[in-house]
T-cell receptor
Framework: DTAVSQTPKYLVTQMGNDKSIKCEQNLGHDTMYWYKQDSKKFLKIMFSYNNKELIINETVPNRFSPKSPDKAHLNLHINSLELGDSAVYFC??????????FGPGTRLTVT | DAKTTQPPSMDCAEGRAANLPCNHSTISGNEYVYWYRQIHSQGPQYIIHGLKNNETNEMASLIITEDRKSSTLILPHATLRDTAVYYCIVSRPWGNTGKLIFGQGTTLQVKP
């Protein structure tokens, strides 16, 4: 059984479009995260939710909006996509804050 | 959170022990050392963590110096599947938002 799953795995879209990436975890964890890994492979946290409450909001453009309908899901919606948004986006979850379990990633390409 | 310093790359022969060093000279008393790895095109994977005692699990061993200013991750019998980028991170688990700060890590190449 997949612990942390993301859909889609690949996403190719044009500048200006709006897109969403979905994340689900079946581990019963209370906290979920979104990370961005850019072309230089730097992995950086974007958001964190604990029991549906936003607890980390790094300096991310407000075109990015996380939504947590329940504690097993954390979706990422991106408005007005830009070329610089091209990256791999990873979802993660944890019960113990620093033992995080990551999903397989979503490779977003903006053309 | 304290910063860490790791060598950018290392090689290891298959079947041998891989010893990955990490310096964290500014670590504070309540910060733990965490190790993650990222195999190509996959999400990062938690390996192990420790405070000051040496730790071992089914994946690896973690040796932390007495002054806690450095540590070593040991993969006892490296396989080709252990080729990955290994990240050493220091962070507080309590009262912490779970904000892991990933550096550049060490790219470990296991060779046949």
């Amino acid at each position: 059984d997949t612990a942390v799953s993301q859909t889609p795995k690949y996403l190719v879209t044009q500048m200006g479009n709006d897109k969403s990436i979905k994340c689900e975890q079946n581990l019963g964890h209370d906290t979920m995260y979104w990370y961005k890994q850019d072309s230089k492979k730097f992995l950086k946290i974007m958001f964190s939710y604990n029991n549906k409450e936003l607890i980390i909001n790094e300096t991310v453009p407000n075109r990015f909006s996380p939504k947590s309908p329940d504690k097993a899901h954390l979706n990422l919606h991106i408005n007005s996509l830009e070329l610089g948004d091209s990256a791999v986006y990873f979802c993660a979850s944890s019960q113990e804050k620093n033992e995080q379990y990551f999903g397989p990633g979503t490779r977003l390409t903006v053309t | 959170d304290a910063k860490t310093t790791q060598p950018p790359s290392m090689d290891c022969a298959e079947g041998r022990a891989a010893n990955l060093p990490c310096n964290h000279s500014t670590i504070s008393g309540n910060e733990y050392v965490y190790w993650y790895r990222q195999i190509h095109s996959q999400g990062p994977q938690y390996i192990i963590h420790g405070l000051k005692n040496n730790e071992t699990n089914e994946m690896a061993s973690l040796i932390i110096t007495e002054d806690r200013k450095s540590s070593t991750l040991i993969l006892p019998h490296a396989t080709l599947r252990d080729t990955a980028v290994y990240y050493c991170i220091v962070s507080r688990p309590w009262g912490n938002t779970g904000k892991l700060i990933f550096g550049q890590g060490t790219t470990l190449q296991v060779k046949p």
